[in-house]
């Protein structure tokens, strides 16, 4: 069943492809790792930014309490809609919207988005964990990936990591 979500998302949580905007025709490439337009960062201070709000030098939460600086975006595109992955956990109530070739930690590894799946485990910015309630698709606006010198980032709560290719060792 698909309907419009916030953010002007077209899910789906069936099986198939999720219907692209009436508008655009979706990037349907699962090697961008980048995060939708409205994507919420925690920048030092303790405020929120949405992702596309951000510019060079403003220190990002990466995890545990630590902030890094961004140093440069390897994504930054207002126009495009993409699919994405819409992953929600189950007590924290964290909703990440990311590409599917996009990794974060699932399970104590690093794991493409495109393979996370209900009951899996998947790490929260302060450190804790939450276990995904549920799994589905959305064509969103924007393409960001901003880098940090740290390496990681949270966003909407869910810590991964910034790198644009697969990392080594996964």
Known sequence: ???ASPGGATPNTTAGSTAPSPSSTP???NS???FPAHAQVTIFGGTTKRIDE?????RV???GGQFSEVFMFTHRSADVAADFVVID???SGARLRVTPGHYLYVNGALTAAFAVVPGDVIEL???TVDTVEAV???VLQGLYNPQTLQGDIVVDGVREITAVDQPLGV
């Not at 951000?54 to 403003?58: A, F, I, K, Q, R």
């Open 125 to 127: 910015g302060d450190g």
């Open 27 to 29: 990037s349907t490439s």
């Open 54 to 58: 951000l510019v060079l030098g403003d």
């Open 89 to 91: 956990a189950a007590v």
């Open 1 to 3: 069943t698909t309907g």
């Open 32 to 34: 961008s790792s980048c």
């Open 136 to 138: 589905s698709s959305a």
């Open 61 to 63: 939460l990466v995890g």
